[in-house]
Structures are given as structure tokens and as C-alpha cells.
């Protein structure tokens, strides 16, 4: 079998306007709330184009949707097959740990509403099938993905009080007992 070619990294210039744009959205959240950020507001404060904003996303939303995709594709991709869920979860963890500022700014009280719908919803799609018994009733994966979203905004609340590994093991007992009291 053979594997698929890789993803060309994006150019240096393509990777710096992509950096200055998400730590400008994470200044003007923290600053105004997300749904008060214009695309004016995070070229001017990250010092790029609109042109260049636009070469990237069409939308601020695109921008927080690559961040997050980037995540999603890290614990789901190709090459995690060899990783059991447990390492998957820490891996979207160590995520969250690197990107926790804006993940505080999107989940946090100036945040998204969208935001944290789209992780809710895309959590949920990604434990469907993941727990035999427990497909056919869409409250279990809806459930699993609100205290997945949940354990990620009490760590962040709280400054990271333990490592990605001990957040990814605490929260993987929850959802464990969860499913055994579903079982029931």
C-alpha cells in the first residue's frame, strides 16, 4: 500500500502573513470580542495586505476554521492509525496547549458562539463510530463532544494546570465512565 505524497509547506512569506494574522486575532478577541473583529481590524493590527488576508481566507471565519482543521487533521489523519484514541487526545491537547491563547479567546466570554458549535460538531462527527453500541443514538457522541469542549475550557480557565497528557487521561475517564454508565 502506498502512502499518499505530502502537503507542500506553504512558502516563508505564506507561513509569516498566517502567523501575524492569528496572533492579531487573538489580540483583537482578547481586546473587542470575535464577533466585533473586521478582516480591516486584523490586516492593520498584523501589518499585512488585505490582498494578502485574502490570498489566504476568505473570511475571519476561514482563518479559525485552518486553525482548527489543522487539529483535527493532526488527531484523525492518515498517520495517527498507529495511535490508540488516548494519544490522539493528548496530540489535540498538546494543540489546544500551543495555541491557548487564541482556544481561550474563541471558547472564553468575548468568543464564538460558532466556534464552539463547529468544535462541538466536529468532535462529535469524529467519536461517531468510535464507540460500537453507542452509534445509533446521536445523544452519546453529542454529549462526548460537549465534555470534550468542556474539559478543553476549564483547563484553559484555569491556566493549564497539568500537562496535555493528564488533561487528555482525566477527560478520557469521564467519557469512560460515560459510555459504562450508558451501558447500563
Known sequence: MSRSQPVPMPNVRVRRTRALLREALV???????FERVTV?????RAMVSRAAFYRNYR????LVEQI???????????????RTPGERWAGFFRHVDTYHRLYRALLGRKGSP???????????????????????????PTVLAGMFVQSVVW??????????????????RLIRAVLESCDT
Open 27 to 33: 489580540d483583537l478577541i482578547e481586546e473587542r470580542g
Open 40 to 44: 480591516g481590524d486584523l490586516t492593520t
Open 59 to 62: 473570511d475571519k471565519y476561514a
Open 68 to 82: 482548527f482543521d489543522e487539529a483535527m487533521a493532526e488527531m484523525i489523519g492518515e498517520h495517527t492509525n498507529d
Open 114 to 140: 460558532w466556534f464552539a458549535d463547529r468544535m462541538r460538531s466536529a468532535l462529535a462527527d469524529m467519536t461517531t463510530g468510535h464507540f460500537p453500541g453507542h452509534t445509533a443514538d446521536e445523544l452519546v
Open 155 to 172: 483547563w484553559l480557565d484555569r491556566d493549564r494546570p497539568c500537562s496535555p497528557e493528564e488533561m487528555a487521561a482525566r477527560s478520557a
